[in-house]
């Protein structure tokens, strides 16, 4: 069985903070991938990130960072300097080929950044 | 391509009227996913299809729940005798292959009185 663990169900900064939501995953595959999904009060689910089990490597994009450590089965998403557009619940999701690659979702992190 | 596209977008239907909600996926896309969202939590995975055949069905919530994608395009979810606790957020996804990212619909919401 696979499951995702986002411990932090909300979290309220105020803007240009630095923030940090995290994820913690459980799967017996070694193959498998993780991913992040931001969504705003509109309600669509947005991609942000998908990473293969085999890549390590830390990734940057603007604002945005990612943290994938298998030691500790974990896949922290950081944002940096936060705007009040950064505002929405964000999930960790995993797939793996044993589970057929469907998503499997954490709870949510809902992120309240206030000016 | 305009991504996928969910319709309707609200639907409210008395206990024990069936509905039925149509996803069109991005047209590359070879595999579809439902999802059922409840209030406060993440997605639930029901069914998806690989073209259209629907390969994962044992997740769908009771047999009131049905789905098919007949032509390997686009999808249907059908609940037959709906129950307030079908009350949601029903959301379909496509990717192009496994593993990769999928890409999700606005959903249709749906209320159950």
């Known amino acids: 069985a696979q499951k995702v663990t986002q411990a932090q169900t909300e979290i309220s900064v105020v803007e240009k903070e630095d923030v940090t939501l995290d994820c913690v995953y459980e799967t017996r595959d070694t193959t498998y991938y993780l991913f992040w999904y931001k969504q705003p009060p509109s309600g669509e689910l947005v991609f942000l990130i998908r990473r293969n089990s085999f890549d390590e490597q830390n990734e940057i994009s603007g604002r945005y960072s990612w943290n994938f450590q298998k030691s500790t089965s974990s896949f922290n998403f950081t944002i940096t300097a936060s705007q009040v557009v950064d505002s929405a619940v964000y999930f960790c999701?995993?797939?793996?080929?044993?589970?057929?690659?469907?998503?499997?979702f954490g709870g949510g992190t809902r992120l309240m950044v206030k000016p | 391509d305009t991504g996928v596209s969910q319709d309707p977008r609200h639907k409210i239907t008395k206990r024990g009227q069936n509905v039925t909600f149509r996803c069109d996926p991005i047209s590359e896309h070879n595999r579809l996913y439902w999802y059922r969202q409840t209030l406060g939590q993440g997605p639930e995975f029901l069914t998806y299809?690989?073209?259209?055949?629907?390969?994962?069905k044992s997740r769908l919530l009771s047999d009131r729940f049905s789905a098919e994608r007949p032509k390997g395009s686009f999808s249907t979810l059908e609940i037959q005798r709906t129950e307030q606790g079908d009350s949601a957020m029903y959301l379909c996804?496509?990717?192009?292959?496994?593993?990769?990212?999928?890409?999700f619909g606005q959903g249709t919401r749906l209320t159950v009185v």
């Open positions: 996804a496509s990717s192009l292959d496994r593993g990769d990212e999928a890409f």
């Open positions: 299809f690989q073209n259209e055949a629907q390969l994962e």
């Open positions: 999701a995993l797939s793996a080929p044993r589970a057929g690659n469907m998503l499997t």
